[in-house]
């Protein structure tokens, strides 16, 4: 005689899932805020200067995760138009030779120019949000950014916020 014995898996019940209430979420989440602000640091600016009439970006606040590098950022318009923010492109610059500024600065141009040829690599930018992508003249919006970290020593990191009709809105940090 042949018997044939099975067992169905049951399927995990509402009540296992639900078994993490929106309390203990919340605590999380707030943990979570807590460390990520006493892990922030302040993005410092060499060579940079204000550009009457243009757009102008500052990084204000670095703090790094895991596997990423999370940056507060301020767009602040001082043209005579609108300008609509869009999420940067972003590489990574590399110059042979050269010994690495110190970690989480923004680099003015003239700063940049005394590396000479850098190389150019793009990265992916994991998130984007910005609180006003509309800006008005004379007005600032702040942005958060995240890019994947290697966890290695700094680099230096390009970002471009697209044009603001005279030319790239380009700054540098590292980070």
Known sequence: MDVLVTSAQQPATHAAVESVSK????????????????????????????????????????????DAIY?????????????RIIAPS??????????????????GAGYLEAFGKMGIAPIE????????QDVAPGKTSTG?????SSGGPPQIYQFVF??????????????
Not at 25 to 32: G, H, N, T
Not at 34 to 47: D, I
């Open 144 to 148: 958060v950014l995240a890019i994947r």
């Open 71 to 83: 940056v507060r950022y301020q767009v602040t318009n001082l043209s005579t138009v609108p300008y």
């Open 23 to 66: 309390e203990d979420v919340a605590k999380v989440a707030e943990q979570v805020l807590s460390q990520t602000l006493l892990n922030t640091k302040p993005v410092n600016a060499v060579g940079i200067r204000t550009q009457k009439n243009r757009v102008n970006v500052r990084l204000e606040d670095v703090a790094r995760g895991k």
């Open 162 to 175: 697209g044009s603001d009709n005279i030319s790239p809105i380009v700054t540098a940090a590292v980070l």
């Open 90 to 107: 972003v590489s990574v610059l590399t110059a042979a030779g050269t010994s690495m500024p110190d970690a989480n600065l923004q680099l």
């Open 125 to 132: 930018l994991l998130h984007s949000e910005i609180d006003q």
